[in-house]
């Protein structure tokens, strides 16, 4: 009877992940600074205690821009005993940051802890569902190409793909048929039922599934190569991508691994464990001792994303506590692109003997296994409001009118031009008069306008009046202001107000002709009537020619989900046209239906 030998201990260490990791940029006011000065404020740095002690109103009128994190702190298990009395002192709450920030270099990831000749390899299937999608498009155009056997639905397949890089095997199993099914795609199902169900959900998978199921785990360092090679050769399995991309360099591993060992034997210095403690206590001979873990705090680790696309490492966050589930990072730039992850922090205790064979207890900081990244780009797109409380003044020793007004309400204290503007009636497009520039950013934004040169006005500080030297007694102007702050960002118009001079009473005369809040492309937005109408009026003809071109076919929020807004078979939509004969007093409703050929 054959008897194996038996298996070599291994020290698996499981560090709880945090979850539900989320990172999200909050502006508060302007400086003119913002674009290149990333120092933050010391009291505002990894502070994520003041959340929840009712400080975040300082924190919000101190602190001009952060990025606040926040997660689900981990369950919090402990199994040290009685006997291990430095647990306690080891973990004193003014202590824990000193020691994370003394060891930074000595903190492990549990991952590495397995086995010494291992090689992690992080795959995440982030193109899943673009390849799912794309295949099905396919399989879509072999329906329409070839209705044969499923060979020639296969070579038809292979055609169409770029350079005829899948084999014809490759090609039948990706049809999910054998060439003894003679009636080819469609005798299971109708491929046009599992396209038109696959893109209601896709959005939906593309959110919940694809970006959120990363995998680590570990190779062989041996055989390393060999596996992703294999993997990367089949476009259609999981992960195929990820492969393809680190295969050169696994190979490289595999190949510097094999030089050194044999290749074809797994020894037990493979599976040797490797720890690396940043303290070794005495034991005694008679101690006892248990082994111990708790999770002591977490790590954020911080990356900016430079405009050439290279990465940086930046200082990362420590957060000295177990139990706060947010933190704040003051020292970000406007307009730089930041990527966060998450990791617990265990200190983990446990007995070993040294080389001497004496008892010693080892003390290790082990890391969970980081969080997805977040990518945050540090961009505020709040516009302006409109000028408020304005105003118009005739000044009758210069006889001449004057415009005034005040800031409006702006938290973000970002408000950095003012433009006047008139017109002659609500028929005219509206005239920029002058543009007040006033801008102290240190790296200004781009302009979108481009105002006359004669118009534009630079000037250190804000001017909130304006002489129109073209106006008389004898005349009659729409008016209106905008605001445009430090993102070229603008406002709606403000109020509009049609102003001309009464002889009789002396004095001008001012009338309402538009709330604030018209967009700048529509001054007439808020006029009475509408800016559509929704019947058309037509006469002497007999046939009637139904256009659809709509702008985009496919509207989506910030998190991918669709709005549906065009109306397609796919979803069941028609649109509907209601023809009104008035001298014979008959209608008919014409019902149309769009076919979505994507």
């Not at 001497?356 to 780009?377: G, Q």
């Not at 304006?466 to 005349?475: A, K, L």
Request: net charge negative; hydrophobic share 35%.
């Amino acid at each position: 009877m054959a008897i194996s030998f038996p298996s070599s201990i291994q020290t698996s260490i499981d560090v709880p992940e945090p979850k539900r990791f989320d990172a999200r940029f909050v502006y508060n006011f302007f400086m003119p600074d913002e674009k290149l000065n990333d120092e933050g404020l010391p009291g505002a740095f990894n502070e994520s205690a003041d959340l929840y002690a009712g400080k975040r109103r300082p924190i919000d009128t101190r602190v001009p821009r952060f990025i606040e994190v926040s997660f689900d702190p981990v369950t919090i298990r402990k199994n040290e005993t009685a006997s291990n009395e430095f647990l306690d002192e080891s973990l004193r709450p003014d202590d824990i940051r000193d020691l994370l920030i003394e060891n930074f270099s000595n903190i492990q990831s549990e991952i590495d802890v397995a086995a010494a000749n291992s090689t992690v390899v992080y795959l995440q299937d982030s193109d899943l569902i673009d390849r799912y999608d794309g295949l099905l498009r396919l399989i879509a155009q072999v329906n329409n190409v070839a209705r044969g056997s499923a060979a020639q639905q296969a070579k038809a397949l292979r055609s169409i793909t770029a350079g005829g890089r899948f084999s014809g095997g490759m090609m039948l199993k990706v049809l999910g048929t054998t060439a003894s099914r003679k009636k080819g795609l469609n005798s299971r199902f109708k491929t046009s039922r599992i396209v038109s169900a696959w893109r209601k959900r896709r959005h939906r998978a593309r959110k919940n599934m694809a970006p959120d199921i990363p995998l680590l785990t570990h190779f062989n360092s041996k055989f390393v190569g060999n596996i992703s090679n294999a993997a990367s050769n089949n476009p259609f399995g999981p992960y195929s991508q990820n492969f393809a991309e680190f295969n050169t360099e696994l190979m490289k591993v595999q190949k510097s691994v094999s030089s050194d060992t044999d290749a074809g034997v797994i020894n037990a210095d493979d599976l040797e464990t490797t720890m690396v403690p940043f303290e070794i206590v005495a034991l005694d001979d008679d101690e006892l001792f248990s082994s111990s873990a708790r999770v002591i705090g977490y790590v954020i680790d911080k990356q900016e994303i430079m405009a050439d696309g290279s990465i940086e490492n930046r200082e990362p966050l420590i957060l000295s506590s177990a139990h706060i589930g947010s933190a704040i990072d003051s020292r970000v730039k406007y307009g730089a692109v930041y990527t966060y992850s998450i990791r617990a922090i265990a200190l983990v205790q446990m007995p070993a003997v040294d080389q001497d064979d004496n008892p010693v207890i080892i003390k290790s900081l082990i890391s969970s296994r980081a969080s997805r990244l977040d990518k945050v780009k540090c961009i505020e797109r709040i516009p302006p409001p409109p000028p408020a409380d304005i105003d118009f003044i005739w000044d009758y020793t210069q006889k001449k009118m004057m415009v005034m007004w005040n800031f409006p309400t702006n938290p973000q204290r970002d408000i950095k031009r003012f433009q006047v503007l008139r017109r002659s009636s609500v028929d005219d497009p509206f005239e920029l008069l002058v543009e007040y520039d006033f801008d102290d950013s240190e790296i200004p934004t781009p302009r979108s306008e481009t105002p006359r040169g004669d118009r534009v006005i630079p000037m250190e500080e804000p001017v909130n009046f304006f002489i129109d030297h073209e106006f008389t007694r004898d005349s009659s102007f729409i008016y209106a202001l905008c605001c445009i702050d430090a993102r070229d960002l603008s406002s709606n118009y403000s109020m509009q107000f049609n102003v001309s001079f009464d002889r009789y009473k002396n004095s001008i005369v001012k009338d309402l002709i538009s709330p604030s809040g018209a967009p700048k492309p529509y001054p007439n937005f808020y006029l009475k009537g509408t800016l559509t109408e929704d019947v058309m009026k037509d006469s002497g003809h007999f046939r009637l020619s139904v256009f659809f071109d709509p702008e985009y076919l496919t509207v989506m929020d910030d998190n991918d989900n669709d709005f549906e807004l065009l109306a397609t078979d796919l979803n069941g939509g028609s649109y509907k046209l209601q023809v009104l004969n008035i001298d014979r007093q008959k209608n008919k409703v014409l019902t149309f239906n769009v076919k979505d050929l994507r």
